[in-house]
């Protein structure tokens, strides 16, 4: 996002940030409280997430290298909307709300990005949307499922891992079902031999076959 900048505004930047490291588990932002600036991730995941009444987690997204964080509810002059905590160990870089509003003021490459950007994450949460109704949840969990494997993918010598540890619940939150369902389905995923388990690491053993699945109202 910061790509093609001034050299001017890099230094800026540079001067006014803040990179720190984060551990697993570690709380970025609580839902509810005021954005102070912009968070980029420089290395490791965050999970975006809103709890439910009855504590149960919506994953919204997964966050990873050279994504930003909080811009849009810091633009709206609101309230973070969602949680963000640490799921694998983080590099955090932190704009202040006055140093990047002066970059996104006087270059006109970088608001268009901006504004780009926060097209594309209401297009997915969109589509989020349509598949929460139109999709059942085995369909879901099969997109999800190739949706990780095309972001965390590495060879798993018979097939493809997904290459993050994801708890159950955590799998849940993403799909938007509960805890007990994934597990019935991954077990019956593997039985149909579409995935196995390493560890607490899924490797899919065929692509196609989850393709199919979640294909099945596209």
Do not use: W
Not at 29 to 56: D, H, M, Q, R
Not at 192 to 207: N, Q, V, W
């Amino acid at each position: 996002m910061f790509a093609d900048l001034s050299d001017a505004h890099l230094c800026n930047l540079s001067d006014n940030k803040n990179f720190i490291s984060h551990k697993k588990g570690q709380i970025l932002y609580y839902e509810g409280t005021k954005p102070l600036g912009v968070f980029c991730v420089s290395a490791g995941i965050v999970k975006v997430f809103k709890s439910a009444s009855n504590g149960k987690e919506q994953i919204i997204r997964l966050a990873q290298k050279g994504e930003f964080l909080g811009y849009s509810s810091m633009l709206g002059e609101e309230v973070y909307s969602n949680t963000a905590t640490i799921v694998e160990d983080a590099k955090i870089c932190f704009v202040p709300k006055e140093t990047f509003l002066k970059v996104l003021q006087e270059d006109n490459n970088f608001h268009r990005r901006l504004t780009k950007a926060l097209c594309n994450d209401m297009g997915v949460m969109e589509g989020k949307l349509t598949d929460a109704t139109q999709k059942t949840i085995r369909e879901r969990l099969a997109f999800t499922l190739l949706k990780l494997g095309d972001t965390y993918g590495v060879d798993g010598g018979e097939g493809e891992k997904i290459d993050i540890v994801l708890t159950r619940e955590e799998i849940a939150g993403l799909v938007g079902t509960a805890t007990e369902t994934v597990i019935r389905l991954l077990s019956e995923f593997k039985k149909d031999e579409l995935i196995e388990f390493d560890g607490k690491k899924i490797i899919i053993l065929d692509k196609k076959g989850l393709a199919r699945l979640s294909d099945f109202y596209g």
